[in-house]
C-alpha cells in the first residue's frame, strides 16, 4: 500500500510543475508542427500563374 504523503504543498507544486511540463511540451509541439506544415502548404499549393494560350489552342 502507498504510503500516506505528508507534505501536500509539495505535492502540489509537484503536479504543477509537471502540468506545465506537459503543457509546455504540448504548445512547442503544436507550433512545430505550424511551422513545418506552413512549408508544406507553400508546396502543396499549385502554380497560379497560366501560360497565354498559342495560336493553335485559339478558339474561333
Given at each position: ?27 512547442i ?19 497560379l500563374?497560366?501560360d ?9
Open positions: 500500500m502507498r504510503p500516506a504523503l505528508s507534505d501536500p504543498l509539495g505535492t502540489a507544486l509537484a503536479w504543477v510543475w509537471a502540468l506545465g511540463t506537459a503543457a509546455g511540451l504540448a504548445m509541439g503544436t507550433l512545430a508542427q505550424g511551422e513545418y506544415s506552413a512549408d508544406q502548404d507553400f508546396l502543396a499549393h499549385t502554380s500563374n497560366v497565354d494560350p498559342g495560336p493553335d489552342d485559339a478558339v474561333g
